[in-house]
């Protein structure tokens, strides 16, 4: 985490994350949460993978929606790292919703705000209809863009995860807005990463 986060975890992000590995092992026995068995998988695949966003995410407090959140990623693992995100998750499937109430109590994640739900419909609710900083999406589609940018204060930042691929004017949904396909390094893992980065015009 280090290598992420630019310093030691503290005793409670530890405490959090091995919480958080236990919570999902045990649910994922029954509910099939992830595609992903292993501890070491999940660690991998799941959270170091969360934690690569860090890269993109601007400093200081920050209000942050996570659609279609699956088991609460990429967004649990930044808000364990990060105490100055205001975290709303959105997730459409009943049992991933009551992982994350669970897991909401488990971590002492009294802040963290869970929505059952379709990301598309969710946005009409007044206090979400542009009411974010940043939208992050461990995987983008077509469709999320525009439902993202919905989400968006103006000049607020839609972070996803993703390989390059087709971007034109269907994707944007028409909106105007800056897209940028970044393939990060992070030389201490050996590895690279892609992310869709869109500003919202202000």
């Known amino acids: 985490m280090m290598a992420l986060t630019g310093r030691a975890p503290r ?15 045990e649910w994922d026995r029954i509910h099939r949460l992830t595609a992903i068995r292993s501890p070491d998988g999940i660690v ?3 959270v170091q ?5 860090l890269a ?4 200081g407090p920050i209000r942050m929606a996570d659609l279609g959140t699956g088991p609460g990623i990429p967004g649990i693992p930044l808000r364990i790292v990060r105490d100055d995100i205001r975290l709303t998750v959105v997730e459409s499937r009943r049992k991933r919703v009551s992982f994350l109430s669970a897991l909401k109590r488990e971590l002492e994640l009294t802040d ?12 009409k609710l ?10 992050v999406a461990r995987a983008v589609g077509i ?3 525009p439902i993202a940018m919905s989400y968006l204060r103006p000049g607020g930042l839609f972070l996803a995860g993703g390989p390059p691929g087709d971007h034109g004017s269907k994707e944007s949904g028409g909106v105007s807005n800056t897209t940028v396909w970044q393939t990060t390094t992070f030389k201490r893992l050996r590895l690279k ?6 500003q919202k015009p202000t």
Not at 56 to 59: F, Q
Not at 112 to 123: K, T
Not at 193 to 198: D, E, Q
């Open 56 to 59: 993109h995410l601007p400093p």
């Open 193 to 198: 990463r892609t992310f869709l980065v869109i």
């Open 112 to 123: 963290l705000v869970v929505l059952e739900g379709r990301a598309e419909e969710l946005v």
């Open 143 to 145: 469709s999320l863009v």
């Open 126 to 135: 007044p206090d979400l209809t542009e009411g974010f900083d940043v939208v």
């Open 44 to 46: 991998t695949g799941l």
């Open 11 to 25: 005793s409670v992000e530890t405490q959090r994350f091995q919480r958080y590995l236990r919570l999902l092992l």
């Open 49 to 53: 993978d969360s934690l690569l966003f």
